[in-house]
């Protein structure tokens, strides 16, 4: 499976991104997907997971303002991203099963 990961990019503190990945696979995926991150100097951390049945799993540090969401017909999860502060700066990482899309790029200023 290749992953196309999209979105990410600068935002101001307080602000909203969406993230996008979709899997490239002949057939439906029902693989979990979601994304870690990992910040300068900080070990990678679970951001946030979904499970083809919609159960969603995330780091206690988005609770409440990250939300992940996906779309079995296009095989894409989304991670919409609100109330961002400068620690959510990082390089996140989608997956869906063992598989991995390069990172993508979100920095958050104060």
């Known amino acids: 499976v290749q992953l196309q990961a999209s979105g990410g990019g600068l935002a101001q503190s307080g602000e909203s991104l969406r993230l996008s990945c979709e899997a490239r696979?002949?057939?439906?995926?029902?693989?979990?997907m979601g994304w870690f991150r990992q910040g300068p100097g900080k070990q990678r951390e679970l951001v946030a997971s979904?499970?083809?049945?919609?159960?969603?799993n995330y780091g206690d540090s988005v609770k409440a303002r990250f939300f992940i969401s996906r779309d079995n017909s296009k095989n894409t999860a989304y991670l919409q991203m609100n109330f961002l502060k400068p620690e959510d700066t990082g390089v996140y990482y989608c997956?869906?099963?063992?598989?991995w899309g390069q990172g993508t790029l979100v920095t958050v200023s104060s």
């Open positions: 979904i499970s083809s049945r919609d159960e969603k």
């Open positions: 997956f869906v099963g063992n598989s």
């Open positions: 696979a002949n057939g439906p995926v029902w693989s979990a």
